[in-house]
Nanobody, 115 residues
Framework: QVQVVESGGGLVQAGGSLRLSCAAS????????MGWYRQAPGKQRALVAR???????NYADSVKGRFTISRDNARNTVYLQMTSLKPEDTAVYYCNANHLQRSWWGQGTQVTVSS
């Protein structure tokens, strides 16, 4: 079982920045695809950004140019650098580790952007 733990959420004003971190347990982190998802009240959980084991990234259109996903395999950690935050970025952000048909989720971290 892989434990996934997010941190770094909080309250920020519009235009501000936050960096989320996600630590995953185990010795196979480097082979996992890692993703950040978010869920706003009344909405479905949706992909924000994803990074594969070889470093390929993809982003939701709504965050392209503002968010950057990266990973540090030595630390078993993936990051989401968020800049130019907007009120519509307010959501619970979840980290996901995925390999083949196995998938693990964290508990989520709240990000609130005030206008």
């Amino acid at each position: 079982q892989v434990q996934v733990v997010e941190s770094g959420g909080g309250l920020v004003q519009a235009g501000g920045s936050l960096r989320l971190s996600c630590a995953a347990s185990g010795s196979e982190f480097s082979i996992y695809a890692m993703g950040w998802y978010r869920q706003a009240p009344g909405k479905q959980r949706a992909l924000v950004a994803r990074i594969t084991s070889d470093g390929t990234t993809n982003y939701a259109d709504s965050v392209k140019g503002r968010f950057t996903i990266s990973r540090d395999n030595a630390r078993n950690t993936v990051y989401l650098q968020m800049t130019s935050l907007k009120p519509e970025d307010t959501a619970v952000y979840y980290c996901n580790a995925n390999h083949l048909q196995r998938s693990w989720w964290g508990q989520g971290t709240q990000v609130t952007v005030s206008s």
